[in-house]
């Protein structure tokens, strides 16, 4: 069995875990090649890790704009006509309304001839998805041109918003399984696939490395800490409208800001207008080495989303002893118990959110006695080798049901 993974854009600084998890299921023993539709910008790989993953990776899109092999694949694919017309009606057929994405869709076709030559001549027997968008629909398409079966991984929140434009119902109907992170995403998924389709979505969680984190000593003023994408559905806004109530009580807090993305210039001028500069850091990307040292050393990790599946962020920061204090939202509450491990807050309310904080702050004991819980969650339920584990149950399941 070889197994190639595919997504939009791999290597991410943002989506580490899905190194972690191609990295655990080498170790089990399965062959895993990756495949990305777009190549990442080096300001991407922030660690040897992703940058040896980057120079190994298939990028889809840099050889299908090659005229000469995109037409040389799609004259492979023909010689299995009725594939590779059946993968031509179901681009037509699963097309979102409007021109503009019926373009698209046709893009994804010429893509998917593209990968399945590449998935051919490399001997894979499984595709796997990660983000159930575009790339996804580019899966779907190679997999019905290439006869290679496919999978994903079901994550949302945001393709839940648009489950129709992105035809979640007819992925789910085509895939082998559907790996879904949380309890709740597989009931988003059951929302929106017919019954005979329910025994496809299995829980197969987002993981990390417990052994990589540990509590350190920490910094000489008290430290809050967020991790993720300065993109508006993180809610870093009202992060620093709590700042103001949490800094009059505690005047030498300091928040430190790991990550970069679309927000980040109106964010810094937000806290330059606030009176906050003083108290926040911004650190762009670090390295996942990087960001476990900055868990050793803080007091409380923050995360104020508006929408979330089950971020490994928090289960980065429970595995390091850090208490979390975060949104009741989606697939957060599986993971963090409001009271034991961290404290979670309704999204957007401001006040709730530095009172939180602010609780915290004032009871070391209180914080070291959720860190040790939410450690002890990790550990059992969310372990990167564990997880893998099950994801390769499924792949050989996967292959025992074709070939019977």
Same mark, same amino acid.
């Not at 991410?12 to 998890?21: G, N």
């Not at 120079?55 to 040389?72: E, G, N, S, Y």
């Not at 021109?99 to 698209?104: G, P, S, V, Y």
């Not at 975060?326 to 530095?354: C, F, M, N």
């Given at each position: 069995?070889?197994?190639?993974?595919?997504?939009? #854009?791999?290597?991410?600084?943002?989506?580490?875990?899905?190194?972690?998890?191609?990295?655990?299921?080498?170790?089990?023993?399965?062959?895993?090649?990756?495949?990305? =539709?777009?190549?990442?910008?080096?300001?991407?790989? =922030? &660690?040897?890790? @992703?940058? /040896? #993953?980057?120079?190994?990776?298939?990028?889809?899109?840099?050889?299908?704009?090659?005229?000469?092999?995109?037409?040389?694949?799609?004259? %492979?694919?023909?010689?299995?006509?009725?594939?590779?017309?059946?993968?031509?009606?179901?681009?037509?057929?699963?097309?979102?309304?409007?021109?503009?994405?019926?373009?698209?869709?046709?893009?994804?076709?010429? #893509?998917?001839?593209?990968? *399945? *030559?590449?998935?051919?001549?490399?001997?894979?027997?499984?595709?796997?998805?990660?983000?159930?968008?575009?790339?996804?629909?580019? /899966?779907?398409?190679?997999?019905?041109?290439?006869?290679?079966?496919?999978?994903?991984?079901?994550? &949302?929140?945001?393709?839940?918003?648009?489950?129709?434009?992105?035809?979640?119902?007819?992925?789910?109907?085509? *895939?082998?399984?559907?790996?879904?992170?949380?309890?709740?995403?597989?009931?988003?998924?059951?929302?929106?696939?017919?019954?005979?389709?329910?025994?496809?979505?299995?829980?197969?969680?987002?993981?990390?490395?417990?052994?990589?984190?540990?509590?350190? $000593?920490?910094?000489?003023?008290?430290?809050?800490?967020?991790?993720?994408?300065?993109?508006?559905?993180?809610?870093?806004?009202?992060?620093?409208?709590?700042?103001?109530?949490?800094?009059?009580?505690?005047?030498?807090?300091?928040?430190?800001?790991?990550?970069? &993305?679309?927000?980040?210039?109106?964010?810094?001028?937000?806290?330059?207008?606030?009176?906050?500069?003083?108290?926040?850091?911004?650190?762009?990307?670090?390295? %996942?080495? #990087?960001?476990?040292?900055?868990?050793?050393?803080?007091?409380?990790?923050?995360? +104020?989303?508006?929408?979330?599946?089950?971020? =490994?962020?928090?289960?980065?920061?429970?595995?390091? @002893?850090?208490?979390?204090?975060?949104?009741?939202?989606?697939?957060?509450?599986?993971?963090?118990?409001?009271?034991?491990?961290?404290?979670?807050? +309704? $999204?957007? /309310?401001?006040?709730?959110?530095?009172?939180?904080?602010?609780?915290?702050?004032?009871?070391?004991?209180?914080?070291?006695?959720?860190?040790?819980?939410?450690?002890?969650?990790?550990?059992?339920?969310?372990?990167?080798? @564990?997880?893998?584990?099950?994801?390769?149950?499924?792949?050989?399941?996967?292959?025992?049901?074709?070939? %019977?």
């Amino acid at each position: 069995m070889k197994i190639a993974y595919l997504t939009g #854009e791999y290597p991410r600084a943002t989506d580490t875990f899905i190194l972690r998890e191609v990295q655990g299921l080498r170790a089990l023993g399965a062959e895993v090649i990756t495949c990305s =539709v777009r190549t990442t910008p080096p300001s991407q790989h =922030v &660690g040897p890790e @992703q940058k /040896a #993953e980057a120079a190994a990776t298939f990028k889809v899109l840099d050889t299908a704009r090659r005229p000469l092999t995109l037409l040389r694949c799609h004259l %492979q694919a023909l010689r299995a006509p009725r594939r590779y017309f059946d993968a031509l009606r179901l681009a037509w057929r699963t097309a979102p309304p409007g021109l503009r994405n019926l373009l698209f869709q046709m893009f994804y076709f010429a #893509e998917s001839a593209v990968l *399945a *030559a590449h998935l051919r001549e490399a001997g894979v027997t499984h595709l796997h998805n990660h983000i159930a968008k575009s790339s996804c629909t580019l /899966a779907m398409i190679a997999s019905a041109m290439s006869g290679i079966r496919f999978s994903f991984t079901l994550h &949302g929140p945001d393709i839940f918003f648009e489950p129709y434009h992105w035809r979640l119902d007819e992925k789910i109907a085509r *895939a082998s399984f559907v790996a879904c992170i949380s309890d709740f995403c597989r009931s988003q998924a059951m929302a929106f696939s017919p019954p005979d389709h329910w025994s496809k979505l299995r829980i197969v969680h987002c993981g990390v490395e417990p052994d990589r984190y540990a509590p350190g $000593p920490r910094a000489a003023r008290p430290t809050l800490l967020f991790v993720g994408r300065l993109a508006a559905v993180k809610g870093v806004p009202v992060l620093f409208d709590a700042m103001a109530d949490v800094i009059a009580a505690h005047p030498d807090v300091h928040l430190v800001l790991i990550g970069d &993305g679309p927000e980040r210039a109106s964010l810094e001028r937000q806290c330059a207008r606030m009176g906050l500069s003083a108290h926040v850091t911004f650190a762009g990307y670090r390295s %996942q080495a #990087e960001v476990a040292t900055a868990l050793s050393e803080t007091d409380i990790f923050v995360l +104020p989303s508006f929408a979330e599946g089950v971020p =490994v962020v928090l289960m980065e920061a429970m595995a390091a @002893q850090v208490p979390v204090v975060t949104t009741r939202i989606a697939g957060v509450p599986e993971l963090v118990q409001d009271g034991v491990s961290g404290l979670l807050v +309704p $999204p957007g /309310a401001v006040a709730p959110l530095g009172e939180a904080l602010r609780a915290l702050l004032a009871d070391a004991d209180r914080r070291r006695a959720m860190g040790a819980s939410g450690r002890e969650k990790v550990t059992a339920d969310y372990v990167s080798a @564990q997880e893998a584990g099950k994801l390769l149950a499924l792949f050989r399941e996967a292959a025992g049901e074709n070939a %019977q």
